[in-house]
């Protein structure tokens, strides 16, 4: 089984910038894909950016955070990373850590293609 654990959230104002950590503890072909995903209070769980570990420029993002979030990978360390910057209130969420294999040779943004999560991590961001 694959564990994996976040770290790195908090409180911040907004404007302001957190950067997120994922350590997988193992990397295997079930974990080719990785994301970040975070679910707000009543809301559902939603893909926020994910990469192919196997390519650095496959990497896709939510629209909501495009030019503000930046998804990272050190493979030797088997850690995943999240750039949280411009942070706003609606950034409020728990943030999670998922990986999974890839499908079809593509790795996606739903939440359910993943296999392996991680406890998550609060995100709190004030105005």
């Known amino acids: 089984q694959v564990q994996v654990v976040e770290s790195g959230g908090g409180s911040v104002q907004a404007g302001g910038s957190l950067r997120l950590s994922c350590t997988l503890s193992?990397?295997?072909?079930?974990?080719?894909?990785m994301g970040w995903f975070r679910q707000a209070p009543g809301k559902e769980r939603e893909g926020v950016a994910r990469?192919?570990?196997?390519?650095?420029?496959?990497?896709l993002y939510a629209d909501s955070v495009k030019g503000r979030f930046t998804i990272s990978q050190d493979m030797a360390k088997n850690t995943l990373y999240l750039q949280m910057d411009s942070l706003t209130p609606d950034d409020t969420a728990m943030y999670y850590c998922?990986?999974?294999?890839?499908?079809?040779?593509?790795?996606?943004?739903?939440?359910?293609?993943?296999?392996?999560w991680g406890q998550g991590t609060q995100v709190n961001v004030s105005s």
């Open positions: 193992e990397y295997t072909y079930r974990t080719a894909c």
């Open positions: 990469v192919e570990s196997d390519s650095s420029t496959d990497i």
């Open positions: 998922a990986a999974g294999p890839t499908r079809g040779r593509r790795c996606y943004s739903k939440p359910h293609f993943y296999e392996y």
